[in-house]
């Protein structure tokens, strides 16, 4: 699709998203003034405006996308999210509960019914209902099972049975099979005699009778090559096959290296489980993507836009909370300096410089370390080259844009000593910056922990304290 096209699309699905929110909103201005009315029932149903809304709105959501519904439910307040909800057509719920985000998909599974719910888990494959079945209640799941075909339940066991950031967890189970021994010919009449081929198919796999698998046969070398040869003549026998205890960030960096489509799992005697495709593997660096936004940000988990205030303060609390303490400890270290201040007032002017650039300079050196982390590009011996890599960086930011704060400094106050002082002072607290920049997401990992778990927060309450302290420090060993 070309950028033209692509931009005409997304202008007519703003188009569409506006007309959903006016037609709510004169949905529920009408309804309001009707209730105001003795008999609003009656009114409310005998009026033709509202029904003409209300079908006008029908066909609205009708012509989305799955996809584009949980963006527009997404992006509507709590009322307006679930009338737009209970418009969705039934054949479309399971596909809409698996787009949402988990904070929205939480507020649109509490407003359906049990069966409802087992219906609309019903339409997914096992490998989907795997992905959906973590916010669904314990019972809806037996449901689902007993509904499953025997061979959909065990599929359904096993891809639950994964963490969430295995390979395992990503896996579809919707494959083609072929055997080595056929001719094209007879592999193109099985093709033609299934309804469709499953999503994301730019190969088939080629397996023994034990399932045992021996080759990928390319869908494009199938239609170019002489239909009287042979699977076992063209099929690639060198491929990327994944094991379902492998990391899924290992599939992921292995789909971007070698430009996939889709790959192969299998188990340790070489047996077919299933496959990855690029959707899967898309929407698990999406996910881990804003998973790590939010971490950076100290936020618990993703939180629906318009969720109750309550909800947004539990998930917000427990880092601002860490936050105020260390805010107290910079107001300790500055107290610990207040006679140095009194005697020289510039000193609380200039100090939210040095705090201000080392902050920065910790969250540019964070970030590297994290998107580092998440690509497995740091390794046991590279951490002190890196580290040391860090340091170098920050002393020539230090001197260069010490200098600069210092001219700055001397040119204000007519003090050199102070203008050396903030030189040296903006010199150390860069050092510390780069040396936690590193240390801080390390650790983390080494704990087990996501090493943006709070990083941003946790760098910019040492650089605030440590800048306070080095630059209040030398300006009394040096200025008083």
């Known amino acids: 699709m070309s950028e033209e096209s692509q931009n005409e699309e997304n202008e007519q699905l703003h188009k569409q998203f506006q007309r959903v929110i006016t037609l709510l909103n004169k949905y529920k201005l009408l309804q309001g003034f009707v209730n105001m009315q003795h008999d609003a029932t009656k009114a409310l149903n005998e009026s033709s405006i509202q029904k003409e809304n209300l079908d006008e709105l029908q066909r609205l959501v009708d012509s989305l996308h799955p996809a584009d519904i949980a963006d527009l439910l997404e992006s509507l307040p709590l009322e307006d999210r679930l009338m737009v909800w209970r418009l969705v057509s039934p054949e479309y719920d399971g596909e809409v509960l698996l787009e949402a985000s988990d904070a929205v998909r939480e507020t649109l599974i509490t407003d359906m019914g049990s069966q409802e719910l087992v219906a609309a888990a019903g339409q997914l494959d096992a490998d989907e209902i795997a992905d959906l079945a973590p916010d669904l209640p314990q019972n809806i799941i037996e449901d689902v099972f007993r509904a499953l075909p025997i061979e959909e339940r065990e599929q359904l066991r096993e891809a639950m049975s994964y963490p969430e950031d295995a390979v395992g967890a990503l896996m579809d189970f919707d494959v083609i099979t072929v055997r080595e021994d056929v001719r094209l010919e007879v592999v193109l009449r099985y093709l033609r005699r299934l309804e469709e081929l499953p999503d994301h198919t730019d190969k088939l796999f080629v397996v023994d009778r034990y399932e045992h698998l021996k080759g990928v046969l390319l869908i494009n070398q199938i239609l170019v090559s002489d239909p009287e040869i042979r699977v076992d003549e063209v099929m690639v026998k060198e491929m990327i096959a994944l094991r379902p205890d492998d990391k899924a960030q290992d599939a992921a960096d292995a789909f971007e290296r070698y430009d996939l489509v889709s790959a192969s799992i299998i188990d340790r005697d070489k047996k077919l489980l299933g496959r990855v495709t690029v959707n899967t593997v898309i929407d698990f660096i999406r996910d881990k993507a804003e998973n790590e936004v939010l971490n950076l940000a100290g936020l618990q988990e993703e939180e629906d836009l318009f969720a109750p205030v309550l909800r947004s303060v539990k998930n917000r609390w427990i880092w601002l909370a860490i936050n105020l303490v260390t805010a107290f400890v910079a107001s300790r270290v500055i107290g ?38 998440a690509l497995d590009q740091i390794k046991t011996g590279s951490a002190w080259k890196l580290m040391s890599k860090e340091i170098g960086v920050s002393i020539v930011n230090g001197l260069l844009w ?32 780069a040396l936690l920049g590193v240390l801080i997401p390390l650790t983390l990992r080494k704990l087990g922990r996501d090493p943006a778990l709070g990083s941003s927060v946790m760098i910019t309450a040492v650089t605030d304290s440590g800048g306070f302290f080095i630059f209040l420090s030398l300006a009394t060993l040096f200025l008083l």
């Open 336 to 373: 610990l300096f207040e006679d140095s201040i009194e005697k020289l007032v510039a000193l609380a002017a200039l100090m939210p410089i040095i705090a201000g650039i080392g902050g920065n300079s910790g969250n540019q050196t964070i970030t590297m370390i994290v998107r580092a982390l």
């Open 402 to 433: 010490g200098a600069v704060v210092g001219l700055f400094t001397f040119a204000i106050y007519h003090n050199i000593e102070l203008g050396l002082v903030m030189m040296l002072a903006m010199l150390l607290n860069l050092l510390l910056a």
